[in-house]
Every structure is written in C-alpha cells, then in structure tokens.
C-alpha cells in the first residue's frame, strides 16, 4: 500500500470538519499534533483504521460542506485518519462533480441543463447568468455558478440548487466540534425552520425584480455588500436553497444569501392527485406532515411491520413473491426471488441498500416520496431488512437532494427514539439500523454495484457480475438492493395482502406504478396509476401541449414514442412490445417549440460526461456520439448520411460491448429519434 503523503497541512478549520465526523485523532500516526513516547514505541491504525475505508465519501463531505472545496492537505489529513493512499482519495475525490479539489467560493449555483429544463429555457436562464455572475466556473463576488446534470425538480423547471460551504447547522463557532454526529453520520444539514422573507418584489417565480435585484458585482469574496466588514469564517453557516422555476434575478439572490431564499413549496405540490381517493403509493402525500411519527402511525403507518412480525421472514419473502412485485428501477427483477436469494445466502451479515440515487433526467418520484412520506421508507427498509436477515440498511441518497436529507434523517431519528429502529425493533428482537451515504454527484452510481463501490469508499464504477450482488455486494457480502419506489410498494402488499395487490395491473406488471410527467405539458407533476394504464390515459390527466412532437419514455436511457402512438399500454411487456421501454417512469412531452437535434445533443453531453470511463466501448463511444451529434446538429438529409452511419455503429457497439447499463442505453434516444421521430430527414 502507497501511503506517501505530501507536505501540505489541515488548517484548523479542515481538521475540525474531519474530527466532527471520526473524532480526535487517537495518535500522531493518525495526524495527532503531538507525538508521545507511545507513539515512537509502536504505530496505531493500520487494520483497525482501514476498516473504516467506508468513511472517506463522508469525509470528503465534510471537508467540502464545510470550506467548499478540498484541499491537498485536508485530503492528506483524512487520509492519515483512515488509512488511505492520498492518491487513490484523490481519484475518488475528482470522481464526482459536486467535489472541487481546486479553490472556488464558499457559493455554489448548480444549474440544471437537462432535457426537462431546456425544454423550459434553461438556455436562457445561463445566457443571462453569463451577463451577471460571468462565464460558468469563473468565481465572481463570492459565488462561482455552473452547469449541472438534472437535479430531480422537472415538474418546477428550470431548476437550480445553490450550496453554501460553512460551519454544519448545531455546531457553535466557539467549538466547531460540538453537536457533532453520531460516527459514521452525516454533517448535520441546515434546520428545517422558517426561512427569512426576501425583500418586496424578489418573488424567484416572478418576472420582475426591479429595485430587488441585487448583483454580486458589488459583494466581497465572503458575499458580505463592499466596504462593509467581513465576516468571519467561522461564522459562514452551510446552507442549500433550491430555486424552481428560475430565473436569472431569483439566482442572483439566492447565491448572494442562500439562507434567505424563500422554502421550497410542499412535496404535495409535486402531486397533481394529492388528496384524491383510491391513491395506494401517494395517499398520504400532502395528507400527513412528513415530519410527524404520530400523524404517519395514525393514518396506517408501521401496521405492515407489525403484520411482516406476524408472517415471520419467510411469509414476507412469500407474501411479496405472490404479489408479483418487480423492480421499479428499470430492470424490472423479481423483487421476492431478489430477497430468497440474500436471505438464502450462508455468508454473514447481510446488508439492505436503498438506491436513492434517482439520477436519470426526467424522474423525480423518489424525492417527492421521500419529502412527502419519509417514514414510509424507513418502515419499508426495515420490512426488507427483517425478511432478507439484514441489521444493517444503508440509504445511498442524492446529494442534490438537501430537504429529502433533511427529512429522512428526522425521520429515522425519530424511528430509533421510538423503538422502532435499533436493537429491539417493536419489542420483537430484531436489530436493525439505517444509515444515511450521500452521493456527490454521479449518475453511474444508480448502478447498484457502483453504488456499493461508492459506499465502500472506491470510485463509483460498476463491477463485473457474477458474482451478483445477492451473493457479493456490500463489503463482498450478500446484499439486497432496491430503489425507493419499489421498497414502498411492500407496504400495500402486507396490509392489504398478495392477491388484492396482484389484481392490480396486469398478469405481468401487477400494482400501481409512479410516473414522472414534465416538459410540456399543463399540470407536471408525479401521477400514480394501475400497470396497464395507456400513456394517452396518463398525459390526459398532465395535459398535453396541443402542439405535441414527440414524447421521451423512461429519460435519457429511454426512447422517444410519437404523438400518434399514446395507446401504448404502460407495462413493462406492453413498452417492450412497443419498441420502446418504461424504465423508471420518465414520461417527457416535447412540443415544436423544442429543437429536436439540440435535446438529443445534451442527451450526448449527458452520457459523455456520466461515463465512468472504465470500459473502452462506453469511454470512447459516447464521445464519439457527441461529436457526431454536433457535427449534424443543423444538418438533414444527405448531408448528416455519413455521420448517422457513424453513430449507429458506434451506437451498437456500446450497446454490444459496455459493462453496465449506461453504455449499453447512451444510444436508444438517439437511435429512436433517428428511427421513429425522423430526425435529420
């Protein structure tokens, strides 16, 4: 093992982000200031330290919540703290895009150019940031703004998320180290409490700010006004803001004082049937306050736990087997064989992994779940935590997702407070916890395998299989791993049981299923249907723009469909049969307003910059798309021939030969443009 460290040092600041998180260093071989006769007799760590490799994406978290970026010897020090070699952090620590490890700003604008917000002018939004704040990744007054891959708020487009570097919420900056977490936790994101009220006229979803607006021209680096005093480092507390629909004077402000943006609207408002009877996944969205154990328990919350205790692990691995549940990631696996599989298995422990990291363009039904309902996740993890003898769930989330943080870590804080998580779970025995990872931003991650890499603390790159997950996943033992969607649906199939649940739907596709309706379209928003549902049903409810062109099913990995062709039944073998697929649920209406070559070019950006670039088809292949792509962009007919021969063999190539699913779909959208739309005719 390389341990060759440098000669750059912590300053305080970045040792007391890291001591938040694993403590004091025991020794100096950790870092300690002061070398003991102990230490020179014998050296500490080693095994013991690099057992807690796991802890390097929280590290790092730390560091860059706290300062903003991530310095040589802030990565040095945590390093020395886990056992590391500096160089394979610092691959980890460029892996992902939230991370700097160049000096920038405290303030971060991330602006999202995916396919849902340029279909809303989010080419607009960046033309007019370029005359305020400057060219994208170039720091001004404080702030450095850039693009950003989608940031899960597709019904609110165009979306932007600003992230505020500085001392975690709970901590005082007389002691930086207190109120610390517990270890292996998370820094503590901002109180949920009442925001500031901006200033009259600064509504971010109006279009006018007038004397309002305030740029950053005239602000120091720390963002305080010029001539005033600077602030103090220490007092910079971290902040998120969330700003959707956006315009260029909201982000303005937003990156001047992010902690005075105005709150986000409830995840309710992400729920065009919100409150309507009959819902089974949504019902208690905008019914029960998310933050509230009593108000979940007394609309029917913890009743499938109490009921999955009864039937015992093998009934709940039965009871889910009957019920016909699939995967609602895309794969659509056989979520009870998933589960005998892990729980068959003789290695132990076992894990649970919760993929939060819902990062395709166009699917945001996860976050509206877990704002709006978070216990039910919690219930859930624990139902498949107990059937699969797992005592230990991980919840990878997204780390563009700073209030589903927020709310989910209330909400198992509450659940461990109320016996409903830890060692003795409802008085039955049964141990189990959950932990929340963030992510730092990386599509690649939603690949379950990149995502155990990830936890483990290793570059999010996908693994070669087999071994499968359920017989080698989580530190090379057996682990079950679902998405948000797909854990929840658990909770229907034990209350009401397998056969009302399998009636729903069709013989192949049985229970509801969440779609995530956006681009052009009247009410976006996430919906709840029967399988079986025809997409002109569902964009019926969203309502469709008159001037419709073309509709993308299941994001960027998906395909495009016509407007011609809305009887397609949505199910998994119905899409199938169709030429296309369903995917995650992404359902983006495009209308002729929309410059058909320029969506299917960001798709490109899209993938090429996702690639993780560990196989050569995937690495080399979506830039050759992308150059193709711009090459013909404003090209028909004969004269993009040449290149549309180049992309279909490239195209096929990645799909033939890629190691995971991103290379294997970076084509389809492109292809079923070419194919079905006529692009380029």
Sequence with gaps: MDLHFGDSEPTDEERAAVDALLGPPASAWEGADDRTDTDLRWARGGREARERRDLLLPGLHAVNDRIGWISEGALDY???RLTVPPAEAYGVATFYAMFAVKPRPAKVLHVCTDVACAAHG????RAALEERLGAAGSAAGGVVWQPSPCLGLCERAPAALVIQAGVPSGTTTANPNAGSARDGAEPAPPSAGARPVWPTGADPAGPAYGAATRPLNGTGPDGTAAGAAPREP??????????????????????????????????????????????????RVGVVDPYSLDDYRAHGGYTALRRAFELGPAGVIREVTDAGLVGRGGAAFPTGRKWQATA???AHPHYLVCNADESEPGTFKDRVVMEGDPYSLVEAMTIAGYAVGARRGFLYLRGEYPRALRLLQHAIDQARARGLLGDDVLGQGYSFDIEIRRGAGAYICGEETA?????????GEPRSKPPFPVEKGLFGKPTAENNVETLINVL????GGAQAYAAIGTGQSTGPKLFCVSGNVERPGIYELPFGATLGELLALAGPSPTMRAILLGGAAGGFVRPDELDIPLTFEGTRAAGTTLGSGVVLVLDDTVELPRILLRIAEFFRDESCGQCVPCRVGTVRQEEALHRIVDRTGAAAADDIALLREVGQAMKDASICGLGQTAWSAVESAIDRLGAYK
């Design 234 to 283: 220490s007092a910079r507390r971290y902040a998120t803001a969330v700003i959707a629909p956006a315009t260029a004077e909201a982000l303005v402000l937003a990156a001047a004082e992010p902690e005075a943006a105005p709150a986000e609207p409830s995840a309710a408002m992400a729920v065009p049937q919100a409150g309507q009877p009959g819902l089974t996944l949504l019902g």
């Design 451 to 459: 995502l155990f890499n990830s936890i483990e603390g290793y570059r």
């Design 344 to 346: 068959s298995q003789p």
């Design 492 to 495: 229907p199939i034990l209350t």
């Design 122 to 125: 989010s080419t607009a939004l």
């Design 78 to 80: 945590l390093c020395r």
